[in-house]
């Protein structure tokens, strides 16, 4: 096995442990919702405080890989996720549970810039697309998690006992990996403050595709399931087929995307992924009846799969900021659509249907593979930079 070989697999193993820890995290999250006696409206209001911590962070995430080199930040914040873990289980009150919540978010969003910074360098020597690769671990541990958690319900072994027992593993998995993991070279000179600035043109672009692929990524994560008990009507047990139909096409979809990548180019990539949300959903709203709609759904999360893998490669490639900054920047703006589609879901669907909200969100697609089709040299060139 070659040095460069074993470079790939320790990253692999920490993105694999990322997806690991907030699994395990989500797997748990009715027992810390009995354990405190909350209500829907509570649990929701706690659960915010995830993405609360990941906003808060991002400003500083980029510039923290700038100016400590995406390494120390990995190092740092792979720790942090897993100390932070357990200190969710052994919360005792809900003044101490709400602000681990927030630092966890905080940690995690960092964890993801690093981990992503340092995973385009090494896609660079390379030579060819790999970071779908490294997502697709993180999607396949949120298999791996979830199936964790349910034998740990079954064996009725407490959440904070649960959580230690990740963290352990993660601690071992850190100390295997880190001298595999290498300080990136910084692309430029500028481009290294706090992320408050404009992006340039190919950040707004791809930021936009991005933004458009987290809104339909959360409301397949949200509203999967709510659409095939009321719209589709399946029976009660299979429920969850909508969703573990999108989960598995986009875990798989992303062990394959690279190859495809390297094939026939990103532009023609997100173009695709945009047509595959669109079909998918409107498949799913146009023949609401279970074996079309679980088609759609698959199709949705074969088209989701790239979308983000795709707007993190182009965007490391930036030539007025550091990847780190850049990651950081498209990062922000993305993340706005995985909180606001699915409220936008939930309201349209008063105002409407649930079957106009996903109609919506299947012009979404449309609108990826719209912004991927304008003004093509400003993403071809990505292709061009990777495999020189």
């Known amino acids: 096995m070659t040095l460069l070989q074993k470079k790939r697999i320790a990253l692999g193993s920490l993105f694999f442990m990322a997806g690991l820890c907030f699994s395990s995290w989500a797997a748990r999250i009715p027992d810390i919702q009995v354990k405190f006696q909350l209500s829907e409206s509570q649990l929701g209001s706690l659960l915010l405080g995830l993405p609360v911590g990941s906003l808060i962070a991002l400003p500083l995430a980029g510039w923290a890989v700038h100016h400590f080199g995406s390494r120390i930040v990995i190092l740092f914040s792979v720790t942090g996720y897993m100390t932070f873990l357990p200190l969710i289980g052994f919360s005792q009150s809900l003044w101490m549970l709400v602000p681990v919540v927030v630092v966890f978010g905080m940690i995690g969003n960092m964890m993801n810039i690093s981990l992503n910074t340092q995973a385009l360098a090494l896609e660079d020597t390379y030579g060819r697309s790999i970071l779908a690769s490294f997502h697709g671990l993180w999607s396949l541990a949120g298999f791996t998690g979830a199936g964790i958690g349910a034998a740990m319900i079954y064996l009725e072994v407490l959440p904070n006992v649960h959580y230690l027992i990740i963290s352990s593993i993660v601690l071992v998995v850190i100390f295997l990996s880190q001298g595999y993991l290498v300080g990136e070279k910084n692309r430029s000179s500028e481009g290294g403050g706090l992320v408050l600035k404009k992006p340039d043109d190919l950040l707004l672009r791809i930021g936009g595709i991005a933004f458009l692929g987290m809104l339909c990524e959360g409301c397949m994560f949200d509203w999967s399931g709510v659409y095939f008990k009321k719209v589709v009507e399946i ?12 989960m598995g096409a ?8 690279d190859r495809m990548n390297n094939k026939f180019g990103r532009v023609l990539i997100l173009r695709m992924s945009g047509i595959l949300i669109f079909s998918g959903l409107m498949l799913s709203v146009l023949f609401p009846v279970p074996v079309f709609a679980t088609i759609g759904f698959l199709l949705v999360g074969f088209g989701v799969a790239a979308i983000i893998p795709i707007s993190y490669s182009i965007a490391g490639r930036s030539k007025l900021y550091t990847p780190g900054v850049a990651l950081a920047l498209v990062s922000t703006i993305s993340f706005f659509g995985f909180l606001i589609g699915p409220p936008m879901i939930g309201f349209i669907a008063d105002l409407l249907s649930l079957k106009a909200s996903f109609a919506l969100v299947a012009v979404a697609g449309l609108g990826i593979a719209v912004l991927s089709s304008i003004r093509l040299q400003v993403f071809e060139s990505v292709d061009v930079v990777i495999s020189q």
């Not at 986009?250 to 995307?257: D, T």
């Open 250 to 257: 986009m875990a798989s979809g992303r062990f394959i995307s």
């Open 235 to 246: 029976e009660p047990g299979l429920v969850a087929l909508g969703y573990v139909s999108f």
